[in-house]
């Protein structure tokens, strides 16, 4: 067996109009330069590319995978939300939410990009694969059941989840988030269920603006199974892996999940243009090798990683190869050029310290009790 790799072309032909970090172009804000959406297909498919060149490519098991049947997006989403979707698509697309537009023909890019989510779950639960990756675009992690925004249309790791319930029986999944944004669509989807625990490390503030709170727990069935853990701006290597090393990996012991989703933007990285924070591609793969070690210990390896954010088109295929690295086990590198200077602009002695002491801080309050 294998790892994994889900794509397609068809995902890098996803758009929408034209923004501005992440405001559309009107009044006083001019239009970007290149054009589209911050969130383009050239993140993605530089990734790729540099898989395609280095040879890491052939040491993964690389497929499409179909478009979600309806049955399943219903399971997450309601049918009036899907209508209105498939509707505004067929006619030329639009916005539905908020951030998230989509050209003609984004509703069928979007079940595909779905579709290779459910597939990675599918294959590792089912045991034809060790664990898997899926390039999913349009991301999903910021969509609710009827309200789509941050670049996401579909809540693709959902639907990848509940449907891996139906169609197996599988039980208590725990997903980490590690996209610099908070993942407030998982969150509400999962936000009183105790059969899913969601783990979102982002950056404070960010984006949206008013959710990511420590103190949102989840409600009724769901409480304490909700961790939201907000970072100063300006967190980097140390701090990222002291919340693997002091907070997800007791939860997640504490949990027993039977599988481990990582929710795998790569927008924490130093040079993203939608964020604040010092990630470096090593970072990224030390983080894989911990989820990977972690599912190894509870859940007999079963690990999926579903892309996210990440709009650094130079670096964001660095980040990416170091996580596809770790997650197949592959000899095959592709060294970070902008390695040495990442590790300079990382948080000096005294504000790694003081970071250090926020990560217990907040571990000492979300694993209390």
Known sequence: M??????????????GGNYAFTLPIGGLVQPLA??????SPETKRRLTNLMQVTGLFADLDAQSAPAVERIDLARVHPESYLNEFKSMS???GGELGRGAPFASGGYEISVLSAGLSVAAVEAVVSGRQDNAYALSRPPGHHCLPDFPNGFCLLANIAIAVETARARHG???????????????????????????LTISLHQEGNYPLDTGYITDRGEGAGT?????????????????????????????ERFAPDLIVVACGFDASATDPLARMLATA????????RMKALAADLCGGRL???????????????????TLEALSGSSITAPDPFGDAMDIRQPGP???????????DMARELLSG
């Open 2 to 15: 294998t790892t994994g790799f889900f794509w397609d072309e068809r995902c890098f032909w996803h758009g």
């Open 34 to 39: 290149a054009g589209g959406l911050p969130e």
């Open 90 to 92: 067929d006619a030329g």
């Open 170 to 196: 599988l039980g208590k999944v725990a997903v980490l988030d590690w996209d610099v944004h908070h993942g407030n669509g998982t969150e509400a989807i999962y936000y009183d269920r105790a059969d899913t």
């Open 224 to 252: 304490g199974y909700n961790m939201n853990v907000p970072l100063p701006a300006g967190a980097g290597h140390t701090a990222y892996l002291a919340c693997i090393d002091e907070i997800v990996r007791p939860a997640l």
């Open 282 to 289: 090593e970072t990224f793969r030390e983080m894989t090798l």
């Open 304 to 322: 999926v990683l579903v892309h996210e954010g990440g709009y650094s088109e130079v670096y964001v295929p660095f980040c990416g190869h170091a």
């Open 350 to 360: 005294r504000f790694d310290a003081f970071l250090r002491e926020v990560v217990s």
